[in-house]
């Protein structure tokens, strides 16, 4: 007899998971699948019991269920799964699918299999990115048998894990240091401003830089930025969808905005519903020119986000406080930041606030914004 349970999801939409399970000659079965619809969710029941009704099929139906492959619980998981799939997981789960280990059964998956896997994956990528591959793969696996019934053991992962790591095979990331001096930052700022004087439609490097050091914002956060979400009074802005290492979607983070990047805000033009309405790609793309026209070594615009923090800590902020700048729930992430001295702000005074953001004065008595 099948059964339909509602799952509502963040989007405020509602989910359909249909649900049957046959039992005849000893043999049980179970299949389920999700739709949009209630009434495509009761036709599949329907569908699928006539189906299995047939001499031989409830027997086919376990056979494929047992053969299929871990490409097979990949497909399923990229079809099925409500959740956006970025484009970095995308293109691993992709990779998976064209490696060898695709081809195996379900069932006859071991350790052994990922490890080898990770071993293939090693010759050309480092430990920590080959950690996130398997983390990746490690998400298809660990409901593949839950929710559709292929016969692989979730536990091969964690003895998987446990050997890549003691190999050497896998690990962590290393950690970046490198902040910009003010020399390239004003190397940097000035070769953008001279393009953009040039051709005036051009994207303002310059002030989404400033704005990334005095916020601690990401690329792709910045370009998501509205003006709905900006709370000028509090000096804060809603980060939509914020990069989290459980979930991205639906992560919605208000974040203060130090007065410095509140000001660069406030002096882009209200063209669109974005404050800075272009593509986070581009704005990558646009930084590695610069650097490698300008002959700076080593630097990222991410680098910028690690600047914005530092600076923060020089100037006397708290851990709590700094992390109510970054969007970081996790203080432990921040203890890199402990050690910084109490030196001050390197950029106090810095020309380039003042030439990409004029203070305006406000008629109020002493008070200028």
Not at 254 to 261: F, G, R
Request: hydrophobic content about 40%; charged content about 30%; proline content about 4%.
């Amino acid at each position: 007899m099948g059964t339909i349970i509602e799952r509502p999801r963040k989007d405020g939409t509602v989910a359909y998971m249909a649900q049957i399970a046959v039992m005849r000659e000893g043999r049980s079965h179970r299949e389920s699948q999700t739709f949009d619809r209630k009434q495509a969710a009761d036709a599949w029941i329907k569908k699928r019991e006539k189906e299995l009704s047939a001499p031989g099929a409830l027997a086919a139906a376990q056979h494929a269920r047992r053969s299929a492959t871990l490409g097979d619980a990949i497909d399923r998981y990229t079809k099925e799964s409500r959740k956006e799939i970025g484009r970095t997981k995308s293109q691993v789960l992709k990779a998976l699918k064209a490696d060898d280990v695709a081809e195996v059964a379900c069932a006859d998956l071991t350790s052994q299999d990922i490890v080898a896997l990770a071993g293939r994956l090693g010759r050309d990528k480092a430990a920590s990115t080959v950690a996130n591959y398997l983390s990746h793969l490690r998400a298809v696996i660990a409901i593949a048998q839950p929710a559709w019934g292929f016969p692989v053991d979730e536990k091969i992962m964690a003895d998987a894990f446990k050997v890549t790591k003691r190999l050497g095979m896998t690990g962590k990331s290393k950690q970046r240091d490198r902040r910009p001096t003010l020399d390239e930052m004003d190397r940097l700022l000035t070769f953008f401003e001279a393009g953009r004087r040039k051709r005036p439609d051009m994207m303002p490097m310059a002030a989404i830089c400033a704005f990334a050091l005095f916020s601690a914002r990401r690329e792709e956060e910045i370009t998501r930025l509205k003006w709905a979400d900006l709370d000028e009074d509090g000096s804060r802005v809603l980060v939509r969808d914020m990069k989290d290492p459980q979930a991205k979607e639906g992560n919605h983070t208000w974040c203060e905005l130090p007065p410095e990047a509140l000001r660069i805000a406030l002096a882009q033009p209200r063209t669109a519903p974005e404050i800075f309405p272009y593509n986070h790609r581009s704005v990558s793309a646009n930084m590695t020119r610069a650097i490698k026209v300008l002959d700076i070594e080593d630097l990222h615009f991410h680098d910028l986000r690690h600047e914005g923090i530092s600076r923060l800590c020089e100037m006397g902020k708290t851990i709590p406080q700094a992390a109510s700048v970054s969007g970081h729930r996790n203080w432990n992430t921040l203890k890199r930041y402990a050690h910084l001295r109490q030196v001050g702000d390197k950029y106090a005074g810095w020309i380039w606030l003042e030439q990409l953001a004029p203070a305006v004065k406000d008629s109020s008595p002493g008070r200028s914004t």
